[in-house]
C-alpha cells in the first residue's frame, strides 16, 4: 500500500499554533519610512534562511523584516503594516531590474488577497516603482491580479545599507540594497481577526506577482503580523508523513 501523505495548510498551521499557545515576540516600535533602516533593529528580522548567494545576482534575497505600528500605549488593533525586503545587489547595469513581492493572505485563508511589489533600477540603483495588485483570493499565488495604486502605500529604499544594519547570512558582504514599505490595514482589507499573513515574500522575475519566483525570504514559511498584541513571527511549514 502507497503511504498517505497529508499536507497542512496555512490555515491548519496558524490554527494549531494559536490552540498551543503561540504567542510571538512583541514588536518594540514603529518605523518611518525614509530609507533610514536604523529603526528596524528592534523589529522582527530574518536572515536568508537559504545559503548566501544561493541565486545570482538580483535573484538573490538576503532576507526581510515586517512589523506594525501597535504600541503599549495605542489602542489594538494595530492600523499600519510596515514592510522591509532586501537585495544582495547595489545596481544593476544595462536594462536589469531587482523585482520582488509581497504576496499576502489577510482573512487567514491561506490564499493571497494582495500584492506589494518592487522593482530597483539604476546603476547604483537610483529608482524604485511600486507596483500593487488586488487578487481573487482564490490560491497562494495571487489570481486574477487587478492593479491600483492605495493612497497609504510609501515606500522608500537604500542602495547603500549600513554594515550593522544589514541581514547577514555570513559576514564580510560588500554591500546590499533594502526597501521599506508601509500600508494601512484598512487599504489591506484586513478582515476582523486582526492576523496578516505575508504569505511569500521573494525575488520575482519582474514586478508582476504572476512572474517567476526565485529566492523567498518566507523560504521556511510565512511571516505572520498580530495586529491585536504587536507581536511578529515565521510559521514554520510541517510536511507529515502516515504510514
Known sequence: MKPLRKHFTIVSLLAC???????????ANTVTIDGAFADWADEYCKADPGACDDFPNQQDTKGACIASNFTATMPSPATTVYLRFDFDVVGLSGANTAD?????????????NAAICMELTGNPFN????????????????GGPVSGSPASLNCAFTNSLAAAQQLECSGGDTGDAAIECSI??????????????????????????????????????????DLDDGGNSPVELIDLSVN
Open 17 to 27: 499554533a494559536l490552540l498551543l499557545g503561540w504567542r510571538p515576540a512583541t514588536a
Open 100 to 112: 520582488a513581492c509581497w504576496l499576502i493572505d489577510t482573512d487567514s485563508d491561506g490564499n493571497t
Open 127 to 142: 529608482a524604485i516603482t511600486n507596483p500593487y495588485f488586488t487578487c481573487n483570493d482564490s490560491a497562494p499565488a495571487c
Open 184 to 225: 494601512s490595514t484598512a487599504d489591506l482589507g484586513v478582515s476582523a481577526n486582526n492576523v496578516v499573513t505575508l504569505i511569500s515574500g521573494c525575488t520575482f522575475g519582474s514586478p508582476q506577482p504572476n512572474s517567476a519566483t526565485h529566492d523567498c525570504a518566507t523560504e521556511g514559511g510565512p511571516f505572520v503580523i
